[in-house]
């Protein structure tokens, strides 16, 4: 078994996100989420870090890897939860229940789209947000989660 890198920085997708470059381009754009993790990998290089990027549609899958990346020792966790963002008490509650630090971030600017979108249960628990500015948005949370 390897050892686990002290500058591990946890990537975590929900629901949809696979589809990233073919769902609502003119929404969430043409980069695909292979495309966004290929610029993460590289900048968290440059930084000293390395990055564990993760999709999937099911809210457990998401709460089991905070736990886990705590359980690993992460510095953080960047974390696009797309819908259930809007709707998961469970993922909130795992937030607060462990110490590493968890960024929520989204491609789009969810208050300038429809009001169901306006409420955030992860950003409530999330240590800060960053939205609005496309695959931008994942170099921007990695910046940050490099100076936790």
């Given at each position: 078994?390897?050892?686990?890198?002290?500058?591990?920085?946890?990537?975590?997708?929900?629901?949809?996100?696979?589809?990233?470059?073919?769902?609502?381009?003119?929404?969430?754009?043409?980069?695909?989420?292979?495309?966004?993790?290929?610029?993460?990998?590289?900048?968290a290089?440059?930084?000293?870090?390395?990055?564990?990027?993760r999709?999937?549609?099911?809210?457990?899958?998401?709460?089991?890897?905070?736990?886990?990346?705590?359980?690993?020792?992460?510095?953080?966790?960047?974390?696009?939860?797309?819908?259930?963002?809007?709707?998961?008490?469970?993922?909130?509650?795992?937030?607060?229940?462990?110490?590493?630090?968890?960024?929520?971030?989204?491609?789009?600017?969810?208050?300038?789209?429809?009001?169901?979108?306006?409420?955030?249960?992860?950003?409530?628990?999330?240590?800060?947000?960053?939205?609005?500015?496309?695959?931008?948005?994942?170099?921007l949370?990695?910046?940050?989660?490099?100076?936790?």
């Amino acid at each position: 078994m390897s050892p686990i890198p002290k500058n591990l920085i946890y990537v975590l997708n929900g629901p949809n996100l696979n589809l990233l470059g073919t769902r609502e381009p003119e929404i969430y754009g043409h980069d695909t989420l292979d495309d966004i993790a290929g610029q993460l990998e590289d900048r968290a290089r440059e930084l000293g870090h390395e990055i564990d990027m993760r999709q999937s549609n099911h809210e457990g899958h998401l709460v089991d890897w905070l736990h886990e990346a705590q359980a690993q020792g992460a510095k953080a966790v960047i974390l696009n939860a797309g819908a259930f963002t809007h709707t998961s008490i469970a993922i909130h509650d795992a937030i607060k229940s462990v110490r590493t630090p968890v960024i929520e971030v989204h491609l789009s600017n969810p208050h300038t789209r429809e009001e169901f979108r306006h409420v955030s249960f992860i950003g409530r628990a999330a240590r800060g947000t960053i939205a609005g500015f496309g695959a931008l948005s994942y170099l921007l949370a990695l910046e940050a989660a490099a100076r936790i």
